[in-house]
């Protein structure tokens, strides 16, 4: 027997949101956000579910190539861009799609001996101050990259800091619309929160990350509210149970203590399987698909969820830590973190199952 702990990714689902993103933003093309493992999905296996995406957006090169070498032909665009010359040969035989933000990065190309020559999105920073141009540096960026015979097309975008928030998109949007202006060029602006807040930034390409892997960008909304369906579920079983007495502690620290006689259930589940050590006593969990709490401290290996008002609960019982019936988000709620850091953390000593619907 191998430890029952699995992630079971639900592809129709992924199939589904997918489609929720379509009815959002009609006329917008879909560049799929499958950065981070797909967050955590698994890189292949999401973009295989996702062909119906009209592209792909990641971080690294190396993964960018494993989506050409699965056959992928859409644009795959590199959120980061390139940071060193030298990959530019590669991007354009790749025909990768990289970011221009940053001033070096035009030099960069204006010093490139390309055949064919790539095509770019050019950001603006309008707020986030992450990464992007200026305001008052967009235009002169522009310029060059239209005068640069290594640049063929070129998409205009941002990205937002507060579209799930009550900050809105509207100064953002506002400042992206004054530096764009009389440009006839493509857009690119909305994240998840953006496409099911705000139709005025779909522009014609939108850029959904964790809508499509079914979970809400927003504390207020639930991923079921807006029709999302859960993609990953993590879940294990109960692999003990201990009966307490008044006055038992449990886990580390001991930071939980029964106050009464009460039965508890080990989870085969920990830190290292990517389960936050920061979701302490109540932390909601399901045993035999009922809602119950976590008690103590998360350990590298396993956890403890109250068995009380679940009598049948016993050595074998099924646990889900997220996923149907538990959504993520208020998992990552309870540990003070958000949806997108739990997906994205599960560990590679994880075994996957694949659902196909
Ligand atoms: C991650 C990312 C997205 C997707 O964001 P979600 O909130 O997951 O939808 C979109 N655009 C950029 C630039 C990103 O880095």
Redesign the pocket.
Known sequence: MTRPIRACIDLAALRHNLGVVRAHAPKSKT?A?V?ADA?GHGLLRAARALEGADGF?LLNIEDALRLRESGITKPIVL?EGFFARDELALIEAQRLTP?VHHREQVKMLSGAALRSGVDVLL?LNTGMNR?GFPADEFAPALKALVDLPAVNEIIL?T?FAG??ERDGVAAQLECFNRATAGTARARSL????A?LSYPETHADWV??????YGSS?FADRTAAQLGLEPVMTLESEIIAVQELTAGDRVGYGGTFTADKPMRVGTVACGYADGYPRHCGTGTPILVNGRHTRTLGRVSMDMLCADLAGIPDAAVGSRVTLWGRGLPVEEVAGAGGTIS?ELLCAVTPRVPVVEEHG
């Open positions: 560049l956000v950065k967050y957006a959120l970011v950001k990464l975008m990205h579209a799930d909305a994240n998840s929160a496409i850029r959904p990350g964790i809508m499509l960008p997108y």
